[in-house]
């Protein structure tokens, strides 16, 4: 008899369930449920368990907020709950809240070659460290590495170091964000505000007055050629996350691959082959050489948070990914 586990995606807007084959890892039976609609994360996994009439005592629910204590608070929505009371609540025998980019890192063990396009680079060496990172609404980051048969997400808040410019136009930006906003992050430039924030410093260190934008609007003028401050915005963002994924590669050495997550850049896939990304990947000055090899792979899996859920989940209840 095939054995499930719970496992789930939950952001602001949906809270995403599914189960899991404990064995094989396979996702089925995803169901979603609007955060707005319901009270808490313990209705919708009721809700769920009842559709489902499977006999579930394991669970594990990445959510996108900071995991420390007990005490979980969600970000972007009014949902709180203790993970001890939950666990007792559902009669399960295993419970873990893990934060959704540990969840992300984790799946990416369970990735096929249909699951990632590759940009640049070489093969991937197995199990050494791997980073991941996705911007979105913010900026993502973890790191992934393999220790004693097992693989150990190192979650963090790397979105939140510096931005760090290396050409003319990109200290423009800095010095017009810095006048704006104080502590400029890579997260203030990478990530659906961040694209706003390039395309009005461009305008702005031109002395011109920017307009009221929206990302998606950037995006969108920047693929119709039909704005060059935005197809600037566009290009520039694709250069940083260059940069910043080859500054990934460098702090760990993830010769296991840099993979991209996230909403944003699937949106301009086409755009984003041809543009600068690969070159500010490499342009490390003397660990060029270092850093040419290393893979970069987007991940088009469609449900990667759940995908990870399941991994860790199994991984913790003793199975070897």
Not at 117 to 122: A, D, L, R, T, V
Not at 187 to 208: H, Q
Request: net charge negative.
């Amino acid at each position: 008899m095939t054995k499930y586990a719970l496992v789930g995606d939950v952001g602001g807007t949906n809270a995403r369930l599914a189960l899991c084959e404990v064995e094989t890892g396979l996702i089925s039976q995803v169901t979603t449920y609007s955060t707005s609609e319901h009270h808490g994360l313990e209705e919708v996994i009721r809700l769920f368990l009842e559709e489902q009439q499977q006999d579930v005592k394991d669970g594990c629910i990445a959510i996108a907020c900071p995991i420390t204590e007990d005490w979980v608070e969600m970000t972007n929505h009014d949902w709180a709950f203790s993970t001890k009371a939950l666990k007792a609540n559902l009669a399960f025998d295993h419970l873990e809240i893990i934060n959704d980019f540990t969840a992300v890192s984790m799946a990416i063990p369970m990735l096929t070659e249909e699951d990632v396009i590759q940009f640049g680079g070489g093969a991937a060496v197995k199990d050494k460290p791997i980073a991941v990172y996705g911007a979105g609404t913010g900026l993502g980051v973890a790191h992934l590495v393999h220790v004693d048969r097992r693989w150990v997400s190192l979650p963090g808040e790397g979105g939140h170091v510096d931005f760090a410019p290396n050409s003319v136009e990109e200290d423009l930006i800095l010095r017009v964000l810095r006048e704006e906003l104080g502590h400029v992050s890579a997260e203030r430039v990478l990530s659906g505000a961040g694209l706003v924030n390039l395309y009005r410093a461009i305008v702005k260190s031109d002395k011109r007055e920017p307009e009221n934008l929206k990302p998606k609007d950037v995006s969108e003028r920047a693929l119709a050629d039909s704005c060059i401050d935005c197809r600037r915005a566009l290009s520039l963002f694709c250069v940083i996350m260059g940069r910043f994924g080859g500054n990934l590669a460098l702090t760990l050495g993830t010769f296991g691959g840099v993979y991209i997550a996230g909403g944003i850049v699937p949106r301009f896939l086409e755009f984003f082959k041809a543009s600068g990304f690969r070159a500010a990947f490499e342009d490390k000055g003397r660990f060029r050489d270092y850093v040419h090899d290393i893979p970069v792979y987007m991940i088009k899996h469609d449900q990667p948070g759940l995908l990870g859920a399941g991994a860790h989940l199994r991984q913790t209840l003793g199975r070897v990914l």
